[in-house]
């Protein structure tokens, strides 16, 4: 068994050995017999690549600091990059792909900003670039919208595509907890980015919705050309006025395609009935559901965030790699920008609105409206539900009262 086993593997090199490249370690050491079956070919991680000093650990036979022994090592067919961040992971991925390894990333900013040009580089090398870990950590989602919803056209996808927002809302809505002890929680449990304004402020959700964007359009959306709005603004007052009227706030990611060919993508907090499929994810949870022409909703549940999660989907891409080793490579959009929505088209929606302002005065300016109460609330602020329009009849009606909260509500 050994001696075919030695001749029968393939190599790879883990770069950045944080809570998703040491995750990658420990599932092909766990299943790594399952593994073997379903590869034919054993996989073994022949080098760590990492600023931290691993030679008092298990690892320390495989620890490099430098990306040269591994891209001349031809033992290496697949790069794994869990680093993070557009630098050095974008050098380091460019020049993985020139020495004609094959990369797997979980890496969603290196996606969402470069993952066109990476993918034609990979194309001309004629080997793979894959990012299934990128976007809702385990959760199968890009393989089966390319592959399994391939017959359709996706009108929406749209999610809760971040864990750490998710769980802050969650235990602010389960618990009534603090905005900032949630924080801390999710931060200690390794859902949250290093830095978590990434989390908070909706930039990594954003990447995330840019990278389903980009793959159902075929064209770059680029996150700078997507507003995009996070958790802060949501306070304990919006929490239980929703609760009031049967709602539960979420911060999702929205891709519309219109007809035109143009994308709208935005994240901002919605208010969704709690009957919503979606407000089943609690917690770390990630929900996403893909709207295509034939199929109708499709939903997408599970982990989104996470060591042993974002593992399972990185150890599938090597799968694929492995799979689709000598077949033509295809690259998943362009480097060309898509087509922003128009002004003509806006989005329409209702809205829940906080605002220090009475009653009569907001009837005079929205029309019909829907007023919410909540325990402590005082006459000092109306929180209420308006009818549909768009963002702009919004401002406009509401200049002049003051600062407000608006979330779009969202009902099918
Ligand atoms: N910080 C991210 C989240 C990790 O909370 O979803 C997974 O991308």
Not at 4 to 28: D, H, R, T, Y
């Amino acid at each position: 068994m050994k001696q075919s086993m030695e001749k029968n593997s393939v190599g790879i090199a883990i770069l950045g050995f944080g809570v998703v490249g040491s995750g990658v370690a420990q599932v092909l050491e766990k299943n790594r017999e399952q593994i073997w079956r379903k590869a034919s070919t054993w996989i073994e991680v022949k080098y760590i690549l990492d600023v931290k000093d691993l030679s008092a650990t298990p690892c320390a036979a495989c620890a490099v600091r430098d990306l040269d022994p591994i891209l001349t090592d031809s033992r290496v067919d697949i790069v794994v990059e869990t680093i993070g961040g557009v630098e050095p992971a974008l050098e380091y991925t460019r020049r993985a792909l020139a020495a004609g390894k094959s990369v797997v990333t979980s890496n969603k900013e290196l996606v969402a900003e470069h993952g066109a040009q990476l993918m034609k580089l990979a194309q001309e090398k004629g080997v793979s670039y894959l990012y299934e870990a990128s976007v809702a950590g385990g959760i199968p989602l890009l393989h089966p919208i390319k592959q399994c919803l391939g017959a359709n056209c996706i009108q929406e996808v749209r999610g809760i595509l971040n864990g750490t927002t998710n769980y802050i809302l969650t235990r602010m809505f389960r618990d009534r907890l603090p905005f900032g002890d949630a924080l801390f929680e999710a931060q200690t449990k390794g859902y949250a980015e290093a830095d978590p304004t990434a989390d908070v402020e909706g930039i990594d959700a954003c990447r995330k919705i840019c990278i389903l964007a980009s793959l159902v359009s075929g064209a770059h959306v680029a996150p700078a050309s997507v507003p995009c709005e996070g958790i802060r603004s949501v306070t304990a007052a919006d929490v239980a006025y929703a609760a009031s009227a049967g709602y539960k706030i979420k911060l999702l990611g929205r891709a519309l395609m219109e007809e035109d060919g143009r994308i709208r993508a935005y994240v901002a907090p919605h208010l969704l009935p709690s009957e919503d499929p979606l407000c089943c994810a609690e917690d770390v949870f990630n929900a996403v559901v893909v709207r295509g022409d034939a199929v109708g909703d499709v939903m997408f549940y599970g982990r989104g965030a996470g060591s042993l999660p974002t593992a399972s989907a990185v150890v599938s891409d090597i799968l694929e790699v492995l799979r689709e080793k000598d077949m033509p490579k295809d690259v998943d959009w362009t480097v060309t920008p898509a087509k922003e929505p128009s002004a003509n088209t806006p989005l329409l929606s209702r809205w829940y609105i906080r605002i220090p302002s009475d009653p009569e005065q907001l009837r005079q300016k929205l029309g019909q409206v829907t007023f919410l109460s909540r325990q402590g609330g005082g006459p000092e602020e109306s929180a209420l539900l308006t009818e549909e329009m768009d963002a702009k009849r919004l401002q406009q009606s509401l200049s002049g009262l003051g600062s407000y909260t608006a979330f779009r509500v969202l009902e099918d």
